[in-house]
Structures are given as structure tokens and as C-alpha cells.
């Protein structure tokens, strides 16, 4: 267990996240969505998209084909509707100003991009899927002749079975990243036998000849992102929500796991990259968190769970194999941790004073915690 340096981290991260929004920085957005006979349409979705804030918003027209939100964070803004097999082209930026009605009529008429098949989240339909179906089938593709065959049964049917690595495709760079993670994995491990480094050369041609990536991959058209809606107009019934979205600035985060602090405020582990994030329920603004360094650079962070005293657990399912705490609590405090019940309790700043550091030769101090252990008396004067 590593009860991490986490905390101090989060003081660098918060000074520069943008400044909270209160009430007065919000505004609303409205107008009516009609077909392109200039009926009105109920029942459609209307993206408002604040491309700076990475902040999508959506919501569903009701009768007279109207919509509005009301709590958008001032900016500009691209409205566009979809509904039914229509949608209409995105608007012009709009600008919304704090307190003010701002207004976007918009008409579906154009024709949506055909449905997409199913596929994983980020990757172009039938990437992999092709290949997981026939692996259902019983019938996956088997390891293709060559001097790596013999070497992938010898090394790496350990830990996992064949189809994770016929299933994959890369270039050579990537399978050296493949690779390069794996040994890492087995670094420390009971029961995988290491590569030594003429197999992890033959290995490395092997596998970029016979899994290099798939003919026209990169040329492949990115989809409508409207593909996957709904063909059919929502029911009235079921018109009343708002969706709020999230673009990671790193879209291949791959976000694992999400917990709520006990403020409200969303968090996401990320298996790509390995940093934690948080979206503020309020002001809607996100923050990312490096966790500490450790042997391997590889880190991915999985589960996620918040704890009795509010802090958030994780676990590196990476090669590091470690799990994780980290307090939310971002403005500067001191731990109080109770012998007897195990209890966190947070102290004030300034009830703590620390002298001396100063004389700590050989370190460059940029901050410190102190933890205190000890009980909490019974008249309750300790904490908090
Ligand atoms: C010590 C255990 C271990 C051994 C040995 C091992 N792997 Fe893995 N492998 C993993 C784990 C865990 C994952 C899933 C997590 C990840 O992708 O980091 C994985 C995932 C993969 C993936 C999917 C990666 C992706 O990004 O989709 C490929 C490909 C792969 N392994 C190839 C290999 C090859 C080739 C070898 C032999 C050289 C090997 N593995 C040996 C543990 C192992």
C-alpha cells in the first residue's frame, strides 16, 4: 500500500484551474427546431457545443418544437438538432452572455449519415469487431506461422490467451510499446518467464509483419459523432433531461472508472496515461492529477472508491502494481489519523505550525504535511 504524495500535487494543479463560476456567469440559450417543410419538430436533440470548454449540452425540443437551457457557462456556442432521420447543419457560433437570452432557430434539412455499427468507444466500427465475433465463435484467428509463433507459446501465454495479441495491430513502434509494457508486466512476476533480447528482436519483426495495421485504417473517415442517436423522435414522456458531456483533452484516456466525492464532484480514473480527473459539479471546469512516479512509466488507473473520510482509492493495475489514496481536499491541511478506529480527521492549516525545516540538509522544501498520530479525546477538542 502507498498512501501517495498526491495531496501536494493537487496545490500545483488547482493554482492554475480556472477560476470557479458563480450564478452570474451562466446564460440561457433558446429557440425553436422546425423540419424543412417549417413544421415544428418535438422530440429532437439540440447539441449546444462550447468547443473552448470542452462542454457539450444537450437537450430534447418540446411542443411547438422549442427548446432552451438555462444554464449554460457564458461563451460561444454551435447549435445543431437532430431528429428523425434529419439534421441541420451546425449554426454559427453564438454567443452566450452571462444573464442573457441568447437565440438559435435552426431547420433538419439534411439528410443523417447512415447508422454505425457497433464498436468500441474511440475506435472506427469493425476496427475490432470483426475479429471479436469470429472469436465468439470459437473459430478466432490462430497465431500465423514464423519464428515468433513458437516464442508467443514459450513467453507470453502466461498471463493472457492468444486473441489479445491477434486481436491487436500496429506498427513496429507500437509493438515495441507492446512489448516494452509486457516485460514490464513480467518484471517481478512468479510465473513469466522474461524474453531475452534476440527473441524480443525476432518477436518485434514477427509481429509488425504479420499484425501491422490493417490497409486504409488511417485514411478512414471520422464518423458523424449523430450517428448512434436515435432515429425516431423522442416521446414526450421522456423529454425532460439535459445531458452534459465531458471532452477529455486527451481522447485516448480511455476513462475506466468514475466515484463522487462527497462534494458531488465527478472523478475518472484513466488506463491511458494514467492521470486522475475531476469535474466540478458546479462551475462544470475539470482538473487532471499526475499520480506520483514510480518504477514503471507506465501506469493505468483503474477502480475507483471513495473512502469513510471522504478520500478517493484507487488501484494501478499497471506494472507498478500499487494502489493509491488521494485527498480532494485541495486547499492546504494537515491528517489526524485515530490510532483506535483508523479515522482520518482533516486539520486547519494554521493550527499547525513546523519549524526547522529549514536545517533538513541536502532537501529543497516546497511543502509539507503533517500527520499526526494519537485518540480523540472524549470531550472532542482534537479536531476539526
Ligand atoms: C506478466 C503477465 C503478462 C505477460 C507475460 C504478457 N502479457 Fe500481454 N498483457 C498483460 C496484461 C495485464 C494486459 C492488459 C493490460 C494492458 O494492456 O496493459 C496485456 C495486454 C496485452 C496486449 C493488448 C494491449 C492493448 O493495448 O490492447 C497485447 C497485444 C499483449 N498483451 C501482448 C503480449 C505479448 C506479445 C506477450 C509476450 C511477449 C505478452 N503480452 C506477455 C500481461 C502480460
Known sequence: MLKSGFAALALVATASCPVALAQDTIGTLAGVITDAR??????????????????????ITQEQGKYSSSRLPAGKYVVQAIGGEYQSAPSTPVDVAAGKLSSVDLTLAVERAAPLPPA?????PGE?????????????????????????????????????????????????????????????????????SDEEKALLAYLSTNYAPAPGAAARAKP??????????????????MVVEYELPNPRAEPHEVAVDSDGNGWVSQRVGGRLGRLDRK????????????????????????????????????????????????????????????EIHDIPWDKVQVCNV????????????VVIRGVRSGRKTATR
Open 283 to 342: 462551475t462544470l471546469a475539470y482538473v487532471e492529477y499526475e499520480p506520483p512516479a514510480a518504477g514503471s512509466p507506465i501506469v493505468r488507473l483503474n477502480g475507483i472508491r471513495r473512502g469513510n473520510g471522504g478520500e478517493l482509492w484507487m488501484v494501478d493495475g499497471g506494472p507498478n502494481r500499487r494502489f493509491l489514496s488521494f485527498d480532494p481536499k485541495t486547499e492546504r491541511h494537515h491528517h489526524f489519523i485515530d490510532k483506535e478506529t483508523g
Open 120 to 124: 468500441w468507444p474511440g475506435r472506427s
Open 128 to 196: 475490432r469487431g470483426a475479429e471479436a465475433a469470429a472469436a465468439v465463435g470459437g473459430a478466432g484467428p490462430r497465431l500465423a506461422e514464423g519464428e515468433g509463433k513458437a516464442i508467443i507459446e514459450a513467453k507470453c501465454m502466461t498471463c493472457h490467451d492468444v486473441q489479445r495479441i491477434v486481436r491487436s495491430r500496429g506498427n513496429e513502434a507500437r509493438w515495441q510499446q507492446v512489448l516494452r509494457t509486457m516485460t514490464a508486466y513480467a518484471q517481478g512476476s512468479t510465473i513469466a518467464k522474461p524474453l531475452t
Open 38 to 59: 417549417g413544421a415544428p419538430v418535438a422530440g429532437a436533440f439540440v447539441q449546444m457545443k462550447n468547443a473552448e470548454r470542452r462542454l457539450n449540452f444537450m437537450v
Open 224 to 241: 458523424d459523432p449523430f450517428s448512434r442517436l436515435p432515429r425516431t423522435l423522442v416521446p414526450p414522456d421522456a423529454r425532460g433531461y
Open 358 to 369: 529549514e536545517t533538513l540538509r541536502g532537501f529543497e522544501i516546497h511543502d509539507y504535511q
